[in-house]
Nanobody
Framework: QVQLVESGGGSVQAGGSLSLSCAASGYTYISYSMAWFRQGPGKEREGVAAIDRDGSPRYADSVKGRFTISQDNAKNTLYLQMNSLKPEDTAIYYC???????????????????WGQGTQVTVSS
């Protein structure tokens, strides 16, 4: 059974940084595509960053240059380093995974069947 557990959320002032982690278990991690999504207050869930099996990252335009997605295959863990945070980055952040997600769906909810429970990130102005 696939399990994804996020951690690292919290509260920070604008301009600050946070690092999120997603511990994965129950499947062969290296064979899966992984991604981070977020859902802000009153907003739909949106793709933030994704990384495919060869390590190629993709980012939403809103976070390019500020967020970095990475993974440690030995630890079955996905990371999201968030710098220069803005109040509009406030959201619940979710980790997602699935096998062989096509590039066109890398930042789309429909590309993933496995989700974590989410971790809250709050950025104050």
């Amino acid at each position: 059974q696939v399990q994804l557990v996020e951690s690292g959320g919290g509260s920070v002032q604008a301009g600050g940084s946070l690092s999120l982690s997603c511990a994965a278990s129950g499947y062969t991690y290296i064979s899966y595509s992984m991604a981070w999504f977020r859902q802000g207050p009153g907003k739909e869930r949106e793709g933030v960053a994704a990384i495919d099996r060869d390590g190629s990252p993709r980012y939403a335009d809103s976070v390019k240059g500020r967020f970095t997605i990475s993974q440690d295959n030995a630890k079955n863990t996905l990371y999201l380093q968030m710098n220069s945070l803005k109040p509009e980055d406030t959201a619940i952040y979710y980790c997602a995974a699935d096998v062989r997600v096509p590039p066109v769906l890398a930042l789309a909810m429909g590309g993933y069947n496995y989700w974590g429970q989410g971790t809250q990130v709050t950025v104050s102005s």
